[in-house]
T-cell receptor
Framework: QKEVEQDPGPLSVPEGAIVSLNCTYS??????FMWYRQYSRKGPELLMY????GNKEDGRFTAQVDKSSKYISLFIRDSQPSDSATYLC?????????????FGTGTLLAVQP | DAGITQSPRHKVTETGTPVTLRCHQT?????MYWYRQDPGHGLRLIHY???????DKGEVSDGYSVSRSKTEDFLLTLESATSSQTSVYFC????????????FGPGTRLTVT
């Protein structure tokens, strides 16, 4: 079993829809939870991060962490064609470079105009 | 991708030949990482560096070596390329030891025939 599981999609939605992207994990030591966005043939870029449980909002994006269920989500409101990309969740344990990021496989999102 | 370049961007090589990929940063970040990205596996850490001449293995280090003689350069060498090393390779950098915030380069697409 992988430490981080992510539905690969693809997920296709109409413009303006609310998008929900999810990851589950098995390692209870994870404390930092990140979402990276990767456009086609580009490197990933950090979109949001959350420490421990709770919600974090940034514009149209909301990240949620439920440590009791080992489940994290990224919600995109009023989705735009420019949101079309692969979304990668990533996690790590406590401080220190030796606690490395563990990435999900990514979910491919297509927002149709 | 600002501040991080990778070279070459594309390479085709034959099985058994040595290959060196270069990552160059202008951000003066202490930590540097090499990942490979494959369908169904997501991003996997190959090696990382926490300072000049300080490196350590990641999750999939077999068949790869690295060197870092200057802060700005991190080299990844495939000693004897195999077809299983056909992949997209990403370099990443981070400023702090809490490495959730990593900045990725544009990637190198390597094909081993």
């Amino acid at each position: 079993q992988k430490e981080v599981e992510q539905d690969p999609g693809p997920l296709s939605v109409p413009e303006g829809a609310i998008v929900s992207l999810n990851c589950t994990y098995s390692n209870s030591a994870f404390q930092y939870f990140m979402w990276y966005r990767q456009y086609s043939r580009k490197g990933p870029e950090l979109l949001m991060y959350t420490y421990s449980s709770g919600n974090k909002e940034d514009g149209r994006f909301t990240a949620q962490v439920d440590k009791s269920s080992k489940y994290i989500s990224l919600f995109i409101r009023d989705s735009q064609p420019s949101d079309s990309a692969t979304y990668l969740c990533a996690m790590k344990g406590g401080g220190g470079a030796t606690n490395k990021l563990i990435f999900g496989t990514g979910t491919l999102l297509a927002v149709q105009p | 991708d600002a501040g991080i370049t990778q070279s070459p961007r594309h390479k085709v090589t034959e099985t058994g030949t040595p290959v060196t990929l270069r990552c160059h940063q202008t951000e003066n970040h202490r930590y540097m990482y090499w990942y490979r990205q494959d369908p169904g596996h997501g991003l996997r850490l190959i090696h990382y560096s926490y300072g000049v001449k300080d490196t350590d293995k990641g999750e999939v280090s077999d068949g790869y070596s690295v060197s870092r003689s200057k802060t700005e350069d991190f080299l990844l060498t495939l000693e004897s390329a195999t077809s299983s090393q056909t992949s997209v390779y990403f370099c990443a950098i981070s400023q702090r030891d809490i490495s959730y915030e990593q900045y990725f380069g544009p990637g190198t697409r390597l094909t081993v025939t």
